[in-house]
């Protein structure tokens, strides 16, 4: 398998502008979940999703930040307008369920590093 | 709520020698409790898991890790660290019906040679 696939790996952007982090889950996987960190916040969950709908979106920072799966092998997560404080690596991770259930482990791609000047 | 505390910052140990880095929570139940390694670059990569059962649990790269209830840890143990296990460290927990992995701050680790 090719893990949880991200794009791009790194991206620069000018303050304002749209950004659109892409994440391919593992085949097969029904849970996915996009992180940030941060050297202030450390690894933070920003929302996931099961069976394509989001289960939980608490850890949104704000309407700036829109994340969508129009099915089970996309999703994308959408920085609009961006800031330089929006700066992070954001890592995506899927699961074959809730791990309150089936104690399923969470898989990490490699993460996109987004600068924002 | 959840919470996890690495109340390491930084450790540096010497090749060869052993190495035990600290994980606390805070749950009322019996979480699911995780260790995960970052190299520089990479995402995360995961080195053991405790669900239930024994408390002792071996992971990949000759990790192991204890959970004790007794004292809320879950500490990550090698018996002799390689360089390449320098990296950063992190403990996580998931509670309840959610999976929701709640993160500590981390345990940056640096072999001398």
């Known amino acids: 398998d090719a893990g949880v696939i991200q794009s791009p790996r790194h991206e620069v952007t000018e303050m304002g502008q749209e950004v659109t982090l892409r994440c391919k889950p593992i085949?097969?996987?029904?849970?996915l979940f996009w992180y940030r960190q941060t050297m202030m916040r450390g690894l933070e969950l920003l929302i996931y999703f099961n069976n394509n709908v989001p289960i939980d979106d608490s850890g949104m920072p704000e309407d700036r930040f829109s994340a969508k799966m129009p099915n089970a092998s996309f999703s994308t997560l959408k920085i609009q307008p961006s800031e330089p404080r929006d700066s992070a690596v954001y890592f995506c991770?899927?699961?074959?369920?809730?791990?309150?259930?089936?104690?399923?482990?969470?898989?990490f791609g490699p993460g996109t590093r987004l600068l924002v000047l | 709520a959840q919470s996890v505390t690495q109340p390491d910052i930084h450790i540096t140990v010497s090749e060869g020698a052993s190495l035990e880095l600290r994980c606390n929570y805070s749950?009322?139940?019996?979480?699911?409790l995780f260790w995960y390694v970052q190299s520089p670059g990479q995402g995360l990569q995961l080195l053991l898991k405790y669900f239930s059962g024994d408390t002792l649990v071996q992971g990949i790269k000759g990790f192991e890790a204890e959970f004790k209830r007794s004292q809320s840890s879950f500490n990550l143990r090698k018996p002799s660290v390689h360089w390449s296990d320098a990296a950063e460290y992190f403990c996580a927990v998931i509670g309840g019906a959610t999976n929701k992995l709640i993160f500590g701050t981390g345990t940056l680790l640096a072999v001398q040679p």
């Open positions: 749950y009322g139940a019996t979480p699911y």
């Open positions: 991770a899927s699961s074959r369920g809730l791990a309150g259930e089936l104690g399923e482990t969470q898989y």
């Open positions: 085949s097969g996987h029904n849970s």
